[in-house]
């Protein structure tokens, strides 16, 4: 299946629960129907714990990555669909949560989820359950021109939490397909006591530079609250 977008050709075909729908997080990065804007609780303690000015936005993400012209901070509305599936964005038995997204309009595409749980053992069973949706991500599967790698898997130094991970996947055309392009997907998983915070990025080409997201996971993890 090949897919093109404003004269841009790449392809990735959902498997599994997404059979029949496009993963591409260069432009559709949450499950279907999730509402940026929402938090939801199982109790009003839970609930208040979690507030929106603990998440980055659009300035901040701009600044991080001026090259790539983010413009758009998506707080209302449909996120777009990630590259390795909403069970790459949270764990189980969540307590509260919130997202927000951001885009340049065109080709780059982000979005930030946090998910709260009822204790710190459950986030970090969470964190753990993200971590492996990721480095196995079998949500989604490159087209038949195209092939997929993880080129990054590490470790944030220097980010305020109990663990921040970078997982990054790249998507890239085979020899027989010159003319398509490749995407970048990196993820930045961060552990804060009963919290995880997950950035899921798209851009074309490799995407956003380590050092730049290295730079938005440390902002991310040092707002959020334990």
């Not at 090949?2 to 050709?9: C, D, E, I, L, T």
């Not at 413009?71 to 949270?90: F, M, N, W």
């Not at 080129?151 to 996947?169: C, H, P």
């Amino acid at each position: 299946m090949k897919f093109v977008a404003r004269g841009m050709r790449r392809g990735v075909v959902a498997t599994g629960a997404a059979a029949g729908v496009l993963a591409v997080g260069l432009t559709v990065l949450a499950a279907p129907g999730a509402d940026a804007g929402t938090t939801s609780a199982t109790s009003a303690t839970s609930a208040t714990a979690l507030s929106r000015s603990q998440m980055l936005t659009v300035a901040e993400v701009r600044k991080a990555d001026a090259r790539a012209g983010w413009l758009r901070q998506v707080d209302r509305g449909i996120l777009p669909r990630t590259y390795c599936g909403p069970a790459s964005t949270e764990g189980k038995r969540v307590a509260a949560r919130m997202a927000r997204g951001f885009s340049n309009d065109m080709d780059s595409y982000g979005a930030q989820y946090v998910s709260q749980y009822a204790n710190a053992a459950s986030a970090r069973a969470a964190y753990n359950s993200i971590i492996a949706t990721l480095k196995s991500c079998t949500y989604s599967k490159p087209a038949p021109t195209h092939a997929r790698k993880i080129t990054e898997n590490r470790v944030v130094k220097g980010a305020s939490g109990d663990l921040t991970q970078v997982i990054r996947w790249y998507d890239y055309p085979k020899p027989n397909d010159p003319g398509s392009e490749a995407g970048g997907f990196p993820y930045a998983v961060t552990l804060k006591g009963r919290n995880v915070s997950v950035l899921a990025f798209s851009e074309m080409g490799p995407g956003m530079p380590a050092p730049n997201f290295d730079k938005l996971a440390r902002q991310a993890a040092a707002k959020i609250s334990r």
